[in-house]
């Protein structure tokens, strides 16, 4: 009984560090000794100018590249060692969209929901409804704009169960409205003990929600 | 398993509605043995005894043209990122593309290769023979060829490199397998090189997909 106990309250709380994180691209170093650390209901957002690393710090907090030195660990472990109980926790939209033009919204969507099952029912119409393209299911991903590709990459927040986000410029090429929808859905993620690190070059509106700026 | 089938399924579907794209590979394939009795001679000795060679080499050039398709658009759009951030085994998730490829590509060229193969005035006794070593060997060409596209993914232009790095690996399979079909031509014993073949299958079945997984590591970092 104590021991799963125990084990929701860690679930509960998560905990990101990074300790002495460093960068190399080519032979130049982007960052070095770079230390953070992010627990449950916060938020990191990246800042800093063009070619400073937002990215290459983003993808090495994924896993998808290592750092030349300094490690990065989820719940006291290293990500290394626990790549795929981290990979369960986490969901990272990059600033690919990820969205096969070939098919339409709808199998787009289908195939979101594929790979990531969540808890939430709900059908491909509420889904396609939430990121507001309801009417366009059946439209070839090719003929969307790069908004309305976003929105669909985006899609993902909406049925995520993963604790921590890591979105690489989310707002990219999104309209005012919809700019909206994302800052809320944000916060509902923030206020349910989520986390989320992302990069923007415009602000992003996070209410009430603990968010801390990081300078790179 | 379930991770397997999924990408399966997607990879087939995308497959499916790039036939076009898909179709290029096995469209060289077919020019290129009906150019030859137009080309060399429709002398019909000279024809037969070239036809295990040039099927095999026209076989093992259109598996070459196709396999940039594995990896190129996913890792282009972001799409292969994603996939190797899914929780679970990345071995499935590399397997599971490596047999849409094989089901996209090296199945087609199965059915075709004994259509093409009259046009060479192919002796049809040996038949089973071209059937049986491309049903082995198609598999090794797609399990190989996937590794070096793996290496080059990160390159601009990687197409010209990773053909480089595939082609020598390419060339054992292709001597064994011309060699068994020449034996069974002549009616001599040919489980030796099927064994040969189906060990080297094994092996880079069971090997590759861990080299693929480390190559994307590389492209990625």
Known sequence: MSAIHQQSVIQDNCQLVAKTLTCERGSRILFENLEFSLSSGQAMIIQGSNGAGKTSLLRIITGLSQPVGGIISWNQQNIEKIAEEFQKQLLYIGHLAAVKTELTVRENLQLLKRFWPSDTEGSIADLADSIGLHQRLSV???????????????????????????????????DVDFIGVVEKCLQNHLKSRGMAILTTHRGIDLGEQASFIFDL | MQLFYSILYRDLMLAIRR???????????????????????????????????????????????????M???????????????????????????????????????????????????????????????????????????????????????????????I???????????????????NS???????????????????????????ALKVSYN
Not at chain 1, 144 to 160: D, E, W
Not at chain 2, 27 to 37: G, H, K, T
């Open chain 2, 71 to 165: 990896f190129r658009s996913d890792y282009d759009d972001g799409s292969l990122e994603q996939l190797l951030l899914l929780p679970g085994p990345k071995i499935l998730l590399i397997g599971a593309k490596i047999t849409a490829h094989w089901l996209s590509i090296g199945l087609p060229l199965i059915v075709l290769a004994p259509i093409m193969s009259l046009l060479l005035y192919f002796p049809t006794h040996a038949m089973g023979s071209l059937i049986i070593t491309l049903l082995i060997s198609t598999p090794i060409l797609s399990l190989l060829g996937s590794v070096g596209i793996a290496l080059t993914l990160s390159l601009r232009s990687g197409g010209i490199l990773s053909s480089l790095l």
């Open chain 1, 140 to 174: 070839s991903c090719s003929r969307l704009s790069a908004g309305q590709l976003r929105r669909v990459s985006l899609a993902r927040l909406f049925i995520s169960t993963q604790k921590l986000w890591i979105l690489d410029e989310p707002l990219m090429a999104l």
């Open chain 2, 19 to 69: 036939r076009r794209e898909l179709a290029n590979p096995l469209v060289f394939f077919v020019i290129v043995v009906s150019l030859f009795p137009l080309g060399v001679s429709p002398d019909q000795d000279l024809l037969s005894k070239m036809a295990p060679g040039v099927i095999w080499v026209t076989a093992l050039l259109a598996t070459l043209m196709s396999m940039d398709a």
């Open chain 2, 188 to 214: 001599l014993p040919v489980s030796g090189y099927y064994a040969l073949l189906g060990a080297f299958l094994i092996v880079s079945a069971l090997l590759i997909p861990f080299a693929v997984v480390a």
């Open chain 2, 167 to 185: 082609l020598p690996f390419y060339i054992p399979v292709l001597i064994f397998s011309t060699m068994a079909i020449n034996a069974s031509v």
